[in-house]
């Protein structure tokens, strides 16, 4: 039992992913190896509040002097208002991956602080709270966070949709928070053309390296413009509505000779597609959109699509690039026909 207790005090890693109402044990276990924690997972149901991981029965600040991965995402944090650190205490001084997947859980700057000059990972929901303490406290300014490298956001959740004036407010927002990291936008507000739009006003920023998209739906031309706009874009995930007007007169057979004719900057980054709304009716349009931009950007390497459709897209691309139309470049584009699930 000693021994145990020895390792229970010593613990270098804490994952607790459950959907119980007493989590009392492992804030204790959590506390007792804070001294030696080095990531620490709290995610799903749990009813916890953060302070009892910071706080000790006493009320004395309890330290995370090691931690340097911190997943958050509670869906509840029961009380209220949210707990304000003293000025000057450091709970997470060597914090270099920080992910917080709903409400921000601190009424401060607490998780930010003392870890500017080495944190390179943020994955955040930008709801409200998050954005009002940025702010209040200047958490990112454009020489903050040197080593930040990768910024992503979160979908917000049902109720935190509303919090965001609008889609281009949440892309400036994420998009203003390391000038120098490569961004990972998923848009807080499902808006459609109100994003394409939102992008159309972002053209000065060149950091977003991957864009998910998921409940917008682009035609061709948008899809081709937000790529040649967005200099180091590698993967965009959206819905298709198609060729659209501007292609809806090109067949599989004409692209070749269509496409040589068009002046497209191309965008040597951009490697994959994703497209979430295919079927049999849709299918001779998408593959028809695949190839134009696969001819468009010349590291184009696969489209993603659902599983079911996967054998049907694979039959009629071989079938189309191996005719006579495609003979010049027909040796690049074999490369779409390796199934890419990812």
């Known amino acids: 039992m000693e021994l145990q207790s020895d390792l229970i005090n010593s613990l270098t890693s804490l994952e607790y992913e459950c959907d119980i109402h007493s989590v009392s044990n492992m804030v204790q276990v959590a506390q007792r190896s804070a001294q030696t924690l080095q990531k620490l997972t709290l995610a799903y149901q749990l009813q916890i509040d953060i302070a009892d991981l910071v706080q000790s029965p006493g009320g004395d600040y309890v330290e995370y002097p090691c931690l340097n991965t911190l997943f958050l995402d509670l869906q509840a944090y029961p009380s209220f208002p949210p707990l304000s650190v003293d000025s000057g205490v450091v709970l997470f001084p060597s914090l270099r991956s920080l992910n917080i997947g709903n409400d921000y859980p601190f009424g401060d700057d607490a998780l930010f602080r003392g870890n500017a000059a080495i944190l390179e990972y943020l994955r955040v929901a930008p709801g409200r709270e998050f954005c009002d303490i940025v702010r209040r406290y200047k958490v ?133 597609w994703r497209l979430g709304n295919v079927d049999s009716d849709s299918l001779e349009e998408t593959v028809t959109c695949i190839l134009v931009v696969a001819m468009t950007f010349p590291n184009f390497r696969y489209a993603n699509l659902p599983n079911s459709i996967l054998h049907e897209y694979m039959e009629l691309m071989e079938e189309t690039i191996e005719s006579d139309e495609y003979v010049e470049v027909e040796p690049r584009l074999r490369r779409l026909l390796f199934d890419k699930t990812v």
């Not at 990972?184 to 991957?210: M, R, S, W, Y």
Request: glycine share 4%; charged share 20%.
């Open 140 to 272: 990112f300014t454009p020489t903050s966070h040197p080593k930040l490298r990768w910024v992503e956001s979160v979908r917000l959740s049902v109720g935190m949709e509303t919090q965001f004036a609008s889609t281009e407010s949440h892309l400036r927002f994420m998009l203003n928070i390391a000038p120098n990291a490569a961004v990972k936008v998923i848009p807080a507000v499902p808006a459609g053309e109100e994003t394409f739009l939102a992008l159309n006003q972002l053209t000065d920023h060149t950091c977003i390296q991957v864009l998910h998209l998921y409940d917008t739906q682009l035609m061709l031309w948008e899809v081709i413009h937000i790529v040649k706009s967005l200099s180091i874009l590698s993967d965009l995930v959206c819905k298709s509505t198609g060729l659209g007007t501007y292609f809806e007169d090109i067949t599989l057979y004409m692209l070749p000779v269509y496409v040589r004719d068009i002046q497209v900057p191309l965008r040597e980054r951009f490697r994959c």
